[in-house]
């Protein structure tokens, strides 16, 4: 049986980071890499140690999914390790977001990372693991980054829910929980004509907030947070009042 592990967003950010770190962490037969765009995807054959098999797919198109359990049904593999990292987020008030946007970011940063997870730990075995890429915006409400944030509270739910169901077969759910990190979702996310968010209190590297995530995979951990100024955060979320903690942003944020 062919151990492989499994990585959507794989072609940019914190996905293509796990795939790059991978070699540290465990060995596979094959590394399964989802994302849309099919040329980034091919070039993390010249840099992964693995054998690569691509699935230029958008996580949002429900045939997107067949295409995966297909794959799965034909190959019968043994899923080591799977990182839900697709996602995305907008910087908007919620009445002038896209309706297609706030569709998006729900269909993707929820539902197709609960679709993955349901359809790949049937082939999964004692000592597989599953990566959800949450973040600190999880912990409370936040203006302006109302869906983005909101979509981010029910992957960390999710995944530590999903965590206490799974553990009699052996395998282990961690959510991810990144603060502000240097990736390309500020492309799509922060509008350069209309700037909401206008401070970053500090800004992570992604191959930190990776390095960080496998040690506390190792660790059996159910949640990975990695600085401390995210530490802090989620810390002070969990005593000081929401109001409060929103009054707070929306003064940093001039909003």
């Not at 958008?58 to 794959?71: H, I, N």
């Not at 697709?86 to 706030?102: H, L, P, R, V, Y």
């Not at 947070?225 to 979320?237: D, F, N, P, S, W």
């Amino acid at each position: 049986m062919k151990n492989i592990a499994v990585i959507t967003g794989a072609s940019s950010g914190i996905g293509k980071q796990f795939a790059l770190l991978l070699e540290e962490y465990d060995q596979y037969d094959e590394l399964w890499v989802i994302a849309r765009n099919q040329e980034n995807l091919q070039l993390l054959s010249t840099v992964v140690p693995f054998p690569i098999k691509t699935f230029a797919l958008d996580l949002t198109k429900a045939e997107s999914f067949d295409v995966y359990r297909r794959e799965l049904e034909q190959e019968k593999p043994n899923i080591k390790l799977l990182v839900n990292a697709s996602g995305f987020g907008i910087f908007e008030s919620t009445e002038n977001t896209k309706m297609e946007d706030a569709e998006g970011m729900i269909d993707l940063n929820c539902k197709a990372l609960v679709k993955m997870s349901m359809l790949s730990i049937p082939y999964m075995s004692k000592g597989s693991k599953i990566v959800e890429i949450a973040s600190i915006a999880a912990f409370q409400p936040v203006p302006y980054i109302n869906i983005y944030g909101a979509s981010k509270a029910f992957v960390l739910s999710f995944s530590r829910a999903l965590n206490q169901e799974v553990k009699e077969k052996g395998i282990h759910v961690m959510a991810v929980c990144p603060y502000w990190t240097k990736t390309q979702f500020f492309d799509r996310a922060a509008d350069k004509n209309n700037n909401i968010i206008k401070k970053y209190v500090v800004m992570y590297e992604p191959e930190k907030i990776v390095r960080q995530a496998f040690k506390d995979l190792n660790k059996g951990k159910d949640k990975s947070i990695y600085g401390m100024v995210a530490k802090g955060q989620a810390a002070l979320c969990k005593i000081l009042p929401h109001s409060l903690i929103m009054k707070v942003w929306m003064r940093q944020q001039d909003l």
